[in-house]
């Protein structure tokens, strides 16, 4: 702005040097250009152009070795951890974290000459489904363009870090759900295997899966379950917050890729408030229809409870989230192939959807 | 800006009002010289002939199968000129062009094309006007386009060709730029303070919408010059005082884009003669001002209206300050600058080049076995129109260190800091003339590094009329040039950058008989070292360095041949030129290139 306010200024006094006498119009574009060549030297020098040469091209070596600030940390207690190594110029670095019994991976990326508090923070939390256990971890960072370079540590966790204080938890399906949870097996369609499961959980021990072939009656329903706002201890879901745009649903829902299957999940508004879940009664409202075969294993689904179109009043009546398993028949082949999703640790967030 | 321009407006109505005593000033109208008031029709024109055979041969061919070792082509055209006065204030003329291809028969090969087309008049007699092409320039730094590189003195066994680029490529003296679009001029002068004063203005179109995501490019702008009467008439003392702008700028309502450049430039530039004697000037001379560039975006406000939003915004200055001096008995000019171009100084205008040197080439653009991509050597940028342009680029363009890599964009060359000095002895007609012309400069902001590198031009032209020495009665003209370029950079090894370059030019035109000229000429061309050369992402953003740039290259270019001038500007000239690249460490990649050519040129 100084720069601009010269040039105005000097344009002024060469235009009046029209009514000036000669001298003193002499005086005036002298000292015009004077004032300008003066202000004409400031530049932005202090840093460079473009990526740095020692970077892109200067020879590669490590400094320091990889360390964990820890070698046993405690994350339910809200204990971190981070890891240090150095290197010799700035590079693209990659540290991945691996729980050696959930098989959950966190990962770490950057561009830095090191490894810092800064940049490898580690709160417990996971980049790559399912959540990290009570297990060893093994730390491994490597550097794509120094592909003999790699650095290794463990990290035993005695504690996982809690998620369920960053929310109100509807469900884990770690216990039984007893007499809250009715499984609407109307066409006989679901395998045995629908229910809670422990093969592949995505938190603590087991989720629920659903499972089955629609084939009995092909009409795309192979059938449903009806988890009661009752399993929370309450008659309706405790919300953390009634507003629908800032109250965010989350979930953990695993497919095998498989190419048929769809999955629903419906929030159950009590039309008639007898605190119950009636069917054909009470107002049930949805995102959109999980298309199973876009993703394989698990996945985060978090959404704001305003795109179901619930209201304020509406979510204040929460009484039960139903689970639907459909079976895309336009696509199937003949017989219909068998459809299944997983889901576990369902919980609401205000604000934003869960962080891992 | 808007300001700016708001006040330069209000000025150049106000100035209208007042001028009583105006006048139109262009030297070069013609409509000025069709005085007559009927109606008059001038037909002129150029017509060429050439035919040439290109060959190609080296180690770089001798697994080389597919690429064709000699190439016969050449053209036949006639540029009509149709100039119409219809009136003694008006003119209107277009250029139309016949052309054939050398081999072409029947049609195949023949194109007929609007190569020029204008209209100019004078108003009242006060204001000119022009629409249609134009030649602009302003400054060196606002609006200008840079000489090529590769040459200093070049041979005049060179010319025949490097003057069919510049004629295609509308090139001239005055290193202006083809645009299309509408320009004002009108001229006023004064009893006192000031003697006389030059307003231009215009706006052009250098891009047209392709109506999804490229916006129509403009670029406006102009010039208020002015000079002083002398303030004192025993020391000859008066300035003479000019300010630019341009300002180039998408219009954002122009097809489907919703981005878009606005890059203005405005600039001062002055030469203070403080002593004007019989036998000494001494003159104060430069130019100083800012760029600006900004990314603009076409938003809806919340009233629901379009509107302009600036997204980025880079400010930068210049400023290039010297003296020079003339000894006027002794045909001298002596002169020394400083000049200090910001690194974000951004005049897309001013620093647009000549040579693509991304282009693809009209001749043997990949040989080798791996169909290697071939850099231009001093054979191509001669001849080769395919990689030259008069076009405004978006963005700093490539360039071959090894050719020009202190002010690789010309003065406006960003991000220099540094001390030029110059020396002009003599007139074309003297015995000898000289020019010598020397610059000491520095980065201001290192690339890639904190260490700035370091250059170091040097180029030297003398001509030496030979035949004054002797009285020969026919020109005999010996013409040198010399160009001695250095690039150094400390710091780490990797960061350290070491290129020298060197090109020597030597030629000879002896006219055997009267406008029979023997003609002869070398190009002696050689790079050493290393350097790293940017890749451009937008504007002057440095993406990256793709690696570093080895120069080990020799090159020579050689020619021969006879020039018959029937008359002024209408030849025949017969020549052989060769061009031979050596590699020092890597041998297997030389090659040579030969040309045989017969060219006509006439013009009427």
């Given at each position: 702005m100084e720069l601009k306010s010269v040039y105005y200024f000097s344009l002024q006094l060469i235009s009046n040097t029209t009514i000036m006498n000669k001298k003193f119009s002499k005086n005036i574009i002298l000292i015009a250009i004077l004032a300008i060549a003066i202000s004409g030297c400031k530049h932005e020098t202090e840093s460079f152009d473009g990526p740095s040469l020692v970077d892109r091209f200067g020879p590669f070596s490590g400094l320091a070795e990889l360390e964990a600030s820890l070698n046993v940390v405690d994350f339910a207690a809200e204990e971190t951890v981070f890891f240090t190594a150095e290197f010799n110029k700035n590079v693209d670095w990659v540290l991945e974290i691996t729980g050696m019994e959930s098989g959950s991976v966190k990962r770490f990326t950057g561009f830095d000459s090191s490894l810092t508090e800064a940049n490898t923070l580690w709160n417990g939390g996971t980049t790559q489904l399912p959540l990290f256990k009570d297990e060893m971890c093994s730390v491994v960072l490597t550097i794509p363009e120094e592909p003999s370079y790699i650095g290794t540590v463990e990290v035993q966790a005695v504690s996982k870090r809690n998620y369920a204080n960053e929310g109100a938890l509807f469900t884990d399906f770690e216990t039984p759900l007893g007499p809250d949870l009715f499984v609407g097996n109307f066409e006989f369609?679901?395998?045995?295997?629908?229910?809670?499961?422990?093969?592949?959980?995505?938190?603590?021990n087991t989720y629920f899966r659903l499972e089955g072939t629609d084939n009995v009656v092909p009409n795309f329903f192979v059938g449903l379950v009806d988890i009661s706002a009752k399993v929370t201890g309450n008659t309706y879901v405790e919300l953390p917050t009634n507003v629908p745009e800032d109250l965010f649903f989350n979930c953990f829902m695993y497919s095998d890729g498989g190419p048929h299957g769809l999955a629903i999940v419906d929030f159950i508004f009590d039309?008639?408030?007898?605190?119950t879940y009636e069917d054909n009664v009470d107002a049930n409202f949805r995102v959109e229809d999980y298309d199973?075969?876009?993703?394989d294993g698990w996945i985060q689904i978090s959404h704001p409870m305003s795109e179901t179109g619930i209201s304020q009043e509406q979510l204040e009546s929460l009484v039960a989230i139903r689970l639907l398993l459909i079976s895309d028949m336009n696509a199937q082949p003949d017989p219909p192939l068998q459809v299944e999703f997983g889901i576990d640790f369902m919980i609401f967030t205000t604000g934003a959807p869960l962080e891992l | 800006m808007k300001y700016y321009f708001t006040k330069f407006c209000i000025a150049l109505t106000i100035l209208l009002c007042l001028s009583f005593d105006a006048y139109a000033q262009d030297g070069s109208s013609k409509a000025t010289q069709s005085q007559d008031d009927k109606a008059k029709i001038q037909f002129n024109g150029l017509g060429r002939a050439i035919i040439s055979q290109t060959g190609i041969d080296g180690n770089i061919l001798e697994e080389d199968s597919s690429t064709i070792e000699n190439i016969t082509d050449g053209e036949f055209l006639l540029d009509l000129i149709v100039n119409a006065s219809p009136n003694k204030t008006t003119e209107v003329q277009s250029i139309i062009r016949l052309r054939n291809e050398f081999g072409g028969f029947f049609g195949a090969g023949m194109a007929l094309e609007v190569r020029e087309l204008w209209l100019r008049g004078v108003i009242a007699d006060v204001l000119k006007y022009r629409v249609g092409d134009m030649d602009l320039a302003l400054s060196p730094y606002t609006l200008f386009l840079p000489e090529e590189e590769g040459m200093v003195n070049e041979p005049a066994v060179f010319a025949p060709q490097r003057e069919v680029v510049h004629y295609e490529q509308f090139y001239t003296d005055d290193n202006t730029r083809r645009m299309q679009g509408g320009k004002l001029d009108f001229g006023l002068n004064f009893a006192q303070g000031i003697e006389d004063l030059d307003i231009s203005a215009f706006v052009a179109r250098i891009r047209g919408t392709d109506f999804f995501i490229t916006p129509t490019r403009l670029v406006a702008g102009g010039a208020f010059d002015f000079s002083t009467v002398t303030f004192n008439d025993s020391l000859g003392m008066k300035a003479d005082v000019g300010l630019n702008v341009i300002h180039t700028f998408d219009d954002l309502r122009s097809g489907n884009a919703n981005t878009g450049i606005r890059n203005t430039v405005s600039t001062i530039d002055f030469d203070i003669t403080l002593l004007d004697k019989k036998d000494i000037s001494f003159h104060i001379v430069g130019e100083t001002g800012m760029s600006n560039l900004d990314t603009a975006e076409r938003i809806e406000n919340d009233a629901g209206d379009e509107e302009n939003n600036i997204i980025s915004e880079e400010d930068d200055t210049f400023l290039d300050v010297g003296i020079q001096i003339e000894l006027k008995k002794q045909s001298l000019i002596l002169s020394a600058s400083f000049i200090d171009i910001g690194p974000d100084f951004f005049s897309v205008g001013a620093q647009s080049k000549r040579i693509e040197y991304n282009g693809e080439k009209t001749f043997y653009n990949r040989i080798g076995t791996n169909r290697m991509l071939r850099r231009p050597t001093l054979f191509d940028l001669n001849r080769d129109r395919g990689i030259y342009t008069f076009r405004i680029s978006d963005m700093l363009m490539g360039y071959d260190p090894r050719f020009a890599n202190a002010m690789p964009y010309g003065d406006a060359t960003p991000n220099r800091q540094g001390v030029k000095v110059g020396l002009e002895y003599g007139k074309i007609e003297d015995k000898i003339n000289a020019t010598v012309n020397a610059a000491f400069l520095q980065e201001l902001r290192g690339q890639g590094t904190l260490q700035l590198k370091n250059f170091t031009h040097l180029r030297a032209a003398v001509n030496f009329n030979i035949h004054k020495f002797i009285s020969y009665k026919n020109k005999l003209r010996l013409t040198l040039g010399m160009q001695v370029e250095s690039t150094s950079r400390d710091g780490q090894e990797i960061e350290q950058v070491d290129l020298n370059s060197n090109l020597i030019e030597v030629g000879l035109e002896a006219e055997l008989f009267s406008k029979f000229e023997l003609l002869l000429g070398a190009k002696l061309f050689s790079a050493e070292g290393t350097e790293y050369i940017p890749s451009i992402q937008?504007?002057?953003?440095?993406?990256?360095?793709p690696s570093r740039f080895v120069a080990d290259d020799k090159e020579t270019l050689t020619g021969a041949g006879f020039k018959y001038e029937f008359k002024k500007d209408t030849y025949v000239t017969l020549q052989y030129n060769t061009l031979i690249l050596e590699k020092e460490t890597d041998p297997l990649n030389d090659y040579d290139l030969n040309q045989f050519y017969v060219l006509y040129t006439m013009k009427f």
């Open positions: 369609e679901f395998t045995p295997q629908t229910g809670q499961q422990s093969d592949i959980p995505a938190e603590g039309s008639n408030g007898n605190g199973l075969a876009t993703w | 937008s504007f002057n953003d440095i993406q990256d360095f």
